[in-house]
């Protein structure tokens, strides 16, 4: 276990130092990516370009570079290139709301998640069946920013029932920062409902003609008792795998497009609008921020898999 | 099938009655593509929603076709302060604005609002309205799906095929080579996805790329495709790579090994034929994923550049002017939703007419 634990540490630093190494050298190979002939501007001179390149550091080898960019952000000294904004303060101005975002659109989606795949394995076959697995089909394929562009032309800008966008904090008000993240949370969860609704169906389905349940019926147990206690619990494993690791890729900036549409000024909002002016400091700081969860919650979701499921041997 | 016993009764006889049933028709061996192919033609629902996605295919592919002869119009071309014969009656395109008094009242009516659909009252022209610069709907739908139907088939198919290779070298030579393969698909995982690609795609778009004797001008297709097709690598890449480990220790590959084939020929001829039905429902799902993520880039502004039009940007731009025009923004994600929703559809069909009880999925 504790070998286990170590290992997986040793390789989550790994991985984020890769995922940051790429990111900085696909900057430096990309052609408009050099910041200092950016900031310059188009009437500079090569001395100018120079004197910026050498007042950020970027005469200096590339893997000193990267290492001082990495370095930077983590002593919380990494500004933008261009607003001059403390990277590190940046994200976790955005945290709240992404947070928010975030969790809340994860408990629904849990939850319907699984109420759908309930009701479509105990429905399978007939008509209520189809029509379940097509809507979450359709769930599926609907682009979340699509989906929010129109939840929120007819809730919230043709008919004023919801807010328009924006963000309340839960401190100063939580009936409304419920109210305005209301619309967010639903259009972020609708691709999943859908999704883990026809996982759990076909892990159901699977799971019903395992042994262990024709035992448990043939013991005499309620119908609903087997479901329930032993067929859903079963079919659950692989399903929060998948939570673990989507939710951990929402909290990492995955949200951008919903924060996009809603106007949420949360983490994946910050990177977006970096990205524009293709600065690169805030760009790394999410990117590695986002990095961050999904190899913690990957690590999480292992352990979780093995403590759930005896037969999983933690090696 | 008249010869047939009460199945109850299951008697020695029961073998040679078969027979004797089974001799009336001669018995052909069916591939396994001709089987699935069978199985395939039953499932009507995932038929229908394939001819749903050769519809949009064709219908995209057409663009110029209809822009030049139905519409009389280019994707780009604007219409400003023209008019619109409708039904006898001249319509601006773009309305003027203004004061009008209908039957002693003062209506007011706002001026730069595009006319809206006008389905086939306008003999083809408008068919789905103007947007803000009095561009044909309709023709910027078609050329948007051509773009974004090129960039979803295109990037799934580079990613199909790297992630085939690199599956057939880590599956089958395993060692350092599988382990930094295996690793090389963790990060790929570890990525936040849409960021790099928004950053990726927004810096090529500047320049575009000039390195390796590889020469990209920006605006290119090319940017969002690659930019894409990297994504879902291990998606395929992992299922494929447990298969070849297990078709490794296959006696045929064994035969194969032992009549001195060389390794690129077992890859090639031994291995690969079995993963095709895997590879190729895979490859269905992930064009409907790409297709999503294409519209994605594009509605951040870091996929198809404007004016070039594509389904998500067309999206983008319809959102500013959705409460006047709400068709804009509506018209392009319709069309995304029925041609993932086809593909999906028709992925899952496919699947299940190839392996009834196949366990490769797609994961979104």
């Known amino acids: 276990m504790l070998a286990f634990l170590v290992r997986r540490l040793i390789g989550m630093v790994l991985v984020l130092a890769a995922v940051s190494f790429i990111v900085y050298f696909v900057f430096v190979i990309i052609p408009g990516g050099d910041p200092a002939t950016r900031i310059a501007g188009k009437l500079a001179t090569q001395t100018n370009i120079d004197e910026i390149r050498q007042r950020l550091g970027l005469d200096k080898p590339f893997v000193v570079q990267w290492f001082d960019m990495v370095k930077a952000l983590f002593t919380g000294e990494l500004r933008s290139y261009f607003t001059q904004l403390n990277v590190r303060q940046q994200i976790i101005e955005g945290l709240p709301v992404t947070f928010s975002l975030s969790i809340g659109a994860a408990i629904i989606w849990f939850f319907f998640g699984v109420v759908v795949g309930v009701l ?127 939710f951990a890729a929402v909290l990492g900036g995955g949200a951008i497009l919903t924060e996009s549409v809603f106007n949420l000024h949360g983490v994946g909002w910050y990177a977006a609008t970096s990205v524009a002016s293709l600065d690169l400091p805030p760009l790394m700081g999410v990117t590695l921020y986002g990095a961050f969860f999904i190899v913690v919650f990957s690590t999480i979701v292992d352990l979780l898999y093995a403590w759930l499921d005896p037969r999983v041997r933690i090696s | 099938m008249a010869t047939r016993t009460d199945p109850t009764e299951l ?110 009252h306008a003999r083809g022209r408008f068919v789905l309205g103007a947007d803000k610069n009095g561009r044909d709907v309709a023709v910027r739908l078609l050329y948007g799906g051509r773009n974004s139907l090129v960039i979803g088939i295109g990037s799934s198919v580079i990613c199909s095929v790297l992630a085939i290779c690199l599956a057939l070298i880590a599956g089958y030579y395993g060692g350092v080579l599988d382990w930094l393969i295996t690793r090389f698909f963790d990060l790929i995982w570890a990525f936040p996805v849409i960021l790099l690609g928004i950053a990726l795609g927004t810096a090529l778009q500047i320049n575009g790329f000039h390195h390796f004797g590889i020469t990209i001008q920006p605006g290119s297709l090319w940017i969002p495709t690659l930019v894409i097709s990297y994504v879902l690598i291990p998606y395929i890449g992992r299922p494929l790579r447990g298969q070849i480990l297990s078709l490794r220790e ?39 994923n790409n297709i999503l993520t294409e519209a994605a880039l594009s509605f951040l502004g870091a996929g198809v550049q404007l004016p070039d039009p594509s389904w998500g940007n067309m999206i983008s731009e319809g959102q500013q002017t959705i409460i006047t025009a709400p068709w804009l923004g509506i018209a392009p994600g319709i069309s995304i939703v029925l041609a993932v929703l086809s593909l999906n559809v028709f992925g899952d069909g496919l699947r299940d007419a190839l392996d009834p009880r196949a366990t490769v999925r797609v994961e979104h």
């Open chain 1, 120 to 246: 479509a394995a105990v429905k399978a076959g007939r008509l209520s069946d189809r029509l379940i697995t097509v809507l979450a089909l359709i769930g599926i394929s609907m682009p979340v920013f699509f989906l929010g562009v129109v939840l929120r032309y007819l809730f919230a800008q043709r008919n004023s029932w919801f807010p328009d966008g924006g963000y309340v904090p839960l401190t100063s008000n939580p009936a409304q920062w419920f109210y305005h993240l209301l619309l967010p949370w639903l259009t972020l969860a609708v691709l999943f409902i859908g999704f883990y609704g026809r996982v759990l169906r076909g892990n159901m389905l699977d799971t019903i003609n395992e042994d262990f349940v024709r035992t448990a019926r043939a013991k005499g147990l309620s119908p609903r008792r087997v479901l329930i206690k032993h067929v859903l619990r079963n079919s659950l494993i692989p399903i929060v795998t998948l939570f673990g690791l989507d």
């Open chain 2, 11 to 120: 008697t020695l006889d029961t073998a040679a009655a078969l027979a004797a049933e089974e001799e009336a028709v001669e018995i052909r061996g069916k591939s396994p593509w001709a089987l699935a192919w069978r199985r395939l033609r039953r499932n009507r629902f995932a038929l229908l929603f394939l001819g749903v996605f050769l519809l949009i295919v064709v219908a995209c592919a057409l663009a110029p076709v209809y822009a030049s002869s139905v519409a009389h119009t280019t994707p780009d071309e604007n219409h400003i302060g023209e008019n619109v014969t409708v039904g006898g009656k001249q319509i601006p395109v773009i309305t003027k604005g203004g004061i009008k008094f209908v039957n002693g009242q003062t209506e007011f009516h706002p001026g730069g609002v595009p006319i809206g659909p006008q389905w086939w």
């Open chain 2, 250 to 288: 296959k006696e045929f590959v064994e035969a194969a090994v032992a009549q001195g084939a060389s390794s690129a020929r077992i890859m090639a001829f031994e291995i690969l034929p079995n993963l095709a039905s895997s590879a190729l429902v895979l490859f269905t799902l992930i064009i409907a």
